[in-house]
């Protein structure tokens, strides 16, 4: 903690321990405000659009229920036999299919605040993350 006389402050250097703390705690519920105030849907289901290909003037969908008939086709053949290269190909690929789909799916929307609650919680985050910042910057000595 001390290297000679100098007592060192916020990530080592000799920034203030006070503006690590405030700037800390400011940004956490910033942040923790910002997060809380978004509202997160998703529109998945087994006739919902994953993909979208367009080639050659050709529109075709891929719906969540497409991507789970090579899925099931490869649990069956995992069961007959566990060995089988085309099963796993199957099943691991529908799988990350599935879990891509859902994720891009994924939409988000800001619940319904003024506008004094949006400043204060960008002031928040955002100063915060300054102050945190500036304090593990090093500060100049006093002599």
């Not at 879990?99 to 939409?107: A, K, P």
């Amino acid at each position: 903690m001390f290297a000679g006389n100098v007592m060192k402050g916020a990530g080592g250097t000799s920034g203030g321990i006070g503006q690590f703390l405030i700037g800390l705690a400011m940004m956490c519920g910033g942040f923790y405000l910002l997060l809380n105030s978004v509202h997160v849907s998703s529109g998945f289901g087994l006739g919902y659009r994953l993909y979208q290909l367009n080639s050659m003037g050709m529109n075709m969908s891929i719906t969540s229920g497409m991507v789970m008939l090579p899925f099931i086709f490869g649990v069956a053949i995992l069961f007959y036999n566990g060995k089988n290269p085309i099963g796993w190909l199957l099943s691991a690929g529908s799988l990350v299919a599935l879990v891509f789909g859902v994720i891009s799916s994924i939409q988000f929307r800001f619940k319904s605040m003024s506008a004094f609650d949006l400043i204060v919680i960008l002031v928040l985050a955002f100063g915060g993350l300054g102050l945190f910042l500036r304090s593990l910057k090093g500060m100049p000595e006093s002599e």
